[in-house]
Nanobody, 123 residues
Framework: QVQLEESGGGQVQAGGSLRLSCAAS????????TGWFRQAPGKEREFVAY????????TYADSVKGRFTTSRDNAQNTVYLQMNSLNPDDTGVYYC????????????????RGQGTQVTVSS
């Protein structure tokens, strides 16, 4: 079993930055791909970013490309999501998920999921 805990969310003004952390316990996170997802009020959960085992391969949703960066520190068993140039459309609950799925854009395909952290961007 892997337990995931997100942190780093909060309220920020448009143009600001936040860094989310996804800390894993139970098993080493380096054995798993990690995905980031978000869900805005009244909307479906959507894919944000993906990082593979080593951290050498990352993929982003078009809406965050060039603004968000995901990275990992396997020694610390933690994955990060650096979010820059935030805008109100980035508001939502952000989730990390770990697994070995090839369908990395699909939240339900991941074996382990965190409880989420709220990000609120004001204009």
């Amino acid at each position: 079993q892997v337990q995931l805990e997100e942190s780093g969310g909060g309220q920020v003004q448009a143009g600001g930055s936040l860094r989310l952390s996804c800390a894993a316990s139970g098993r080493t996170v380096s054995n798993y791909y990690t995905g980031w997802f978000r869900q805005a009020p009244g909307k479906e959960r959507e894919f944000v970013a993906y990082i593979n085992y080593s951290g050498r391969l990352t993929t982003y949703a078009d809406s965050v490309k060039g603004r968000f960066t995901t990275s990992r520190d396997n020694a610390q068993n933690t994955v990060y999501l650096q979010m820059n140039s935030l805008n109100p459309d980035d508001t939502g609950v952000y989730y990390c998920a770990a697994g070995r799925t090839a369908q990395y854009r699909e939240y339900g395909r991941y074996s382990y999921r965190g409880q989420g952290t709220q990000v609120t961007v004001s204009s």
